[in-house]
């Protein structure tokens, strides 16, 4: 987290983007009469303050595009409630919803499939601009090459098609394109992971350096915690559709409370090798969303579940300022603690 980042979030309490009890289900039919649902969030409390980036983690199918295209308005949730800026998305007017869809924008895991093949670079970033009228047509034309230089593409690129570009340019055209509108929230789903190793570095450094200049905030989502460390001031960790552990980085990564966010730290290959705590490794694959394990939803795959586990839904426990987690068992561990603490200092006073 930066100097910067930290000032802006002690200044500002009221979180520019809520979430609350979000819930996305897929109605699916089985079989001649059956029907079901996928659930695919069930849920969910987050919230961003302005210029702060939350890292979403969580394996393949854990829920995590499903809440971002909800957040960015391009999916519409089942139940629960959206607030940005301190208004509800669901209840806005017309214009209030065209507001939003300009403040939040959504920067994709395949460049490719947000730019337009037949389009030049210009036109692409150019259509926002067009879309909501923003300036004159000259102003306009400048502004597309302002941030052909924001995003570090040659001003040249913008008389080419995407098929002349790399991956990382062709994701710093979208990027470029997403940010055309001024928004105050990307949410970014992978823009990472369909690019080469040696780019997503570059992209994930431009992600850094936007949000410092232009004080953004962003959501990004990750299916490891290996690339957020860097970029996120806090990690919210997703599973099976439910948030369940989330913190400030520097926590999450040094002290997880939850054995589902350390399996995924325990897999990230240079994961601090003088860490004391037991190292978790994860087996077995995501269950299904449309019937989720009964109590807690990792039960079937915890090393350290006990018998409520299968029974009985863990609820959140705060571990510490901004730190919280859904495990019985780690619930438990810090219960003796304080209980520990609690009897020393009667001892020492008596
Ligand atoms: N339109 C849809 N109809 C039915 N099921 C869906 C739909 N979209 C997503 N799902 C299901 O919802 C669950 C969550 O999917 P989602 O794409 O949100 O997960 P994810 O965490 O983004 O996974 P990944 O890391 O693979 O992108 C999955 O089981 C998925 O198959
Ligand atoms: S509640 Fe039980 S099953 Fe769930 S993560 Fe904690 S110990 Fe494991
Ligand atoms: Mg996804």
Same mark, same amino acid.
């Given at each position: 987290?930066?100097?910067?980042?930290?000032? /802006?979030?002690?200044?500002?309490?009221?979180?520019?983007?809520?979430?609350?009890?979000? /819930?996305?289900?897929?109605?699916?039919?089985?079989?001649?009469?059956?029907?079901?649902? /996928?659930?695919?969030?069930?849920?969910?409390?987050?919230?961003?303050?302005?210029?702060?980036?939350?890292?979403?983690?969580?394996?393949?199918?854990?829920?995590?595009?499903?809440?971002?295209?909800?957040?960015?308005?391009?999916?519409?949730?089942?139940?629960?409630?959206?607030?940005?800026?301190?208004?509800?998305?669901?209840?806005?007017?017309?214009?209030?919803?065209?507001?939003?869809?300009?403040?939040?924008?959504?920067?994709?895991?395949?460049?490719?499939?947000?730019?337009?093949?037949?389009?030049?670079?210009?036109?692409?970033?150019?259509?926002?601009?067009?879309?909501?009228?923003?300036?004159?047509?000259?102003?306009?034309?400048?502004?597309?090459?302002?941030?052909?230089?924001?995003?570090?593409?040659?001003?040249?690129?913008?008389?080419?098609?995407?098929?002349?570009?790399?991956?990382?340019?062709?994701?710093?055209?979208?990027?470029?394109?997403?940010?055309?509108?001024?928004?105050?929230?990307?949410?970014?789903?992978?823009?990472?992971?369909?690019?080469?190793?040696?780019?997503?570095?570059?992209?994930?450094?431009?992600?850094?350096?936007?949000?410092?200049?232009?004080?953004?905030?962003?959501?990004?989502?990750?299916?490891?915690?290996?690339?957020?460390?860097?970029?996120?001031?806090?990690?919210?960790?997703?599973?099976?559709?439910?948030?369940?552990?989330?913190?400030?980085?520097?926590?999450?990564?040094?002290?997880?409370?939850?054995?589902?966010?350390?399996?995924?730290?325990?897999?990230?290959?240079?994961?601090?090798?003088?860490?004391?705590?037991?190292?978790?490794?994860?087996?077995?694959?995501?269950?299904?969303?449309?019937?989720?394990?009964?109590?807690?939803?990792?039960?079937?795959?915890?090393?350290?579940?006990?018998?409520?586990?299968?029974?009985?839904?863990?609820?959140?426990?705060?571990?510490?300022?901004?730190?919280?987690?859904?495990?019985?068992?780690?619930?438990?561990?810090?219960a003796q603690r304080r209980s520990i603490i609690s009897t020393i200092s009667e001892?020492?006073?008596?």
């Amino acid at each position: 987290m930066t100097e910067q980042t930290r000032t /802006v979030i002690d200044r500002d309490p009221a979180p520019l983007l809520e979430v609350e009890g979000l /819930v996305k289900r897929f109605p699916i039919r089985r079989g001649l009469f059956g029907s079901g649902a /996928v659930h695919a969030v069930e849920g969910v409390d987050l919230q961003i303050h302005a210029g702060e980036v939350l890292s979403l983690v969580g394996e393949s199918g854990s829920g995590k595009s499903t809440l971002g295209m909800c957040v960015t308005g391009m999916s519409t949730p089942t139940a629960g409630r959206i607030r940005f800026a301190g208004e509800d998305v669901a209840l806005a007017s017309r214009r209030g919803r065209a507001d939003f869809r300009r403040r939040v924008q959504p920067v994709f895991q395949d460049p490719r499939s947000s730019l337009d093949p037949r389009w030049p670079i210009e036109r692409t970033i150019r259509e926002p601009l067009d879309a909501y009228r923003v300036g004159s047509s000259v102003e306009r034309t400048a502004r597309v090459a302002e941030l052909m230089d924001l995003v570090g593409l040659p001003r040249h690129f913008a008389s080419r098609q995407p098929r002349e570009l790399s991956g990382g340019q062709q994701q710093r055209v979208a990027i470029a394109a997403a940010l055309a509108l001024r928004p105050e929230l990307l949410v970014a789903d992978e823009p990472v992971s369909a690019l080469d190793v040696s780019v997503q570095a570059q992209i994930l450094n431009l992600l850094d350096e936007l949000r410092n200049r232009l004080k953004l905030a962003l959501l990004f989502i990750a299916h490891d915690l290996s690339v957020v460390e860097h970029l996120s001031d806090r990690v919210a960790v997703m599973y099976l559709g439910r948030i369940v552990e989330t913190g400030p980085v520097e926590r999450i990564f040094s002290a997880p409370e939850h054995p589902y966010t350390r399996a995924l730290i325990d897999a990230i290959p240079h994961a601090d090798p003088g860490r004391k705590m037991s190292r978790i490794r994860l087996t077995g694959e995501i269950p299904s969303p449309v019937n989720p394990p009964s109590g807690c939803r990792f039960h079937p795959r915890c090393p350290v579940a006990v018998d409520r586990c299968s029974t009985e839904e863990p609820q959140d426990t705060q571990f510490d300022e901004g730190h919280s987690a859904a495990c019985h068992v780690a619930a438990a561990g810090l219960a003796q603690r304080r209980s520990i603490i609690s009897t020393i200092s009667e001892g020492a006073t008596s």
